[in-house]
T-cell receptor
Framework: EPEVTQTPSHQVTQMGQEVILRCVPISNHLYFYWYRQILGQKVEFLVSFYNNEISEKSEIFDDQFSVERPDGSNFTLKIRSTKLEDSAMYFC????????????FGPGTRLLVL | GEDVEQSLFLSVREGDSSVINCTYTDSSSTYLYWYKQEPGAGLQLLTYIFSNMDMKQDQRLTVLLNKKDKHLSLRIADTQTGDSAIYFCAEKHRGGGNKLTFGTGTQLKVEL
């Protein structure tokens, strides 16, 4: 069964550094999402992406964050200058579109900012 | 605003039924979901219910939706140790990017 994949599974970075989290959504899906889960807290929506543009973003998704679909398979989340509070598990999700509403999640990337 | 609440912990004996409850505030929610998260793992979709349904059964899982009270529950029959995990309910909102709002998660512990 097709799955959403994410790399790396873990990333440790220094405060102020840039990180790029990578996702490969399910191949025929059209809508893509990033969520994050700070340890012990709720899963929070960051951004949704469709047709090569952001369709919705949360207050968390400020100018430090950007998303890109650089080719036909990858979907990336870039954090320009990481802060300690960006430490979290970042989940990518995708859904087919049309009447198919269900979002399928990847295994997550655990980001630790030191 | 949008809010989804769940109780934090539930402990059951193996073989018993588990009932995990969720309340939400957005009356325009179209779909409601249950996801399972095992330790260190991602979010696994368990089941979902469309907002015009009252009940959905899927093998050991039964979802009940009370739209008037904005209350969702997940019943797991014959709970097994492998069901120990955190269970999140989530609601899908109309419009925009159709984002999901997640509950706090309920940690289910299954004891022998």
């Amino acid at each position: 069964e097709p799955e959403v994949t994410q790399t790396p599974s873990h990333q440790v970075t220094q405060m102020g550094q840039e990180v790029i989290l990578r996702c490969v959504p399910i191949s025929n899906h059209l809508y893509f999402y990033w969520y994050r889960q700070i340890l012990g807290q709720k899963v929070e929506f960051l951004v949704s992406f469709y047709n090569n543009e952001i369709s919705e973003k949360s207050e968390i998704f400020d100018d430090q964050f950007s998303v890109e679909r650089p080719d036909g398979s990858n979907f990336t989340l870039k954090i320009r200058s990481t802060k300690l509070e960006d430490s979290a598990m970042y989940f990518c999700a995708s859904r087919p579109g049309g009447t198919q509403e269900t979002q399928y999640f990847g295994p997550g990337t655990r980001l630790l900012v030191l | 605003g949008e809010d989804v609440e769940q109780s934090l912990f539930l402990s059951v004996r193996e073989g018993d039924s588990s009932v995990i409850n969720c309340t939400y505030t957005d009356s325009s929610s179209t779909y409601l979901y249950w996801y399972k998260q095992e330790p260190g793992a991602g979010l696994q979709l368990l089941t979902y219910i469309f907002s015009n349904m009252d009940m959905k059964q899927d093998q050991r899982l039964t979802v009940l939706l009370n739209k008037k009270d904005k209350h969702l529950s997940l019943r797991i029959a014959d709970t097994q140790t492998g069901d120990s995990a955190i269970y999140f309910c989530a609601e899908k909102h109309r419009g925009g990017g159709n984002k999901l709002t997640f509950g706090t998660g309920t940690q289910l512990k299954v004891e022998l």
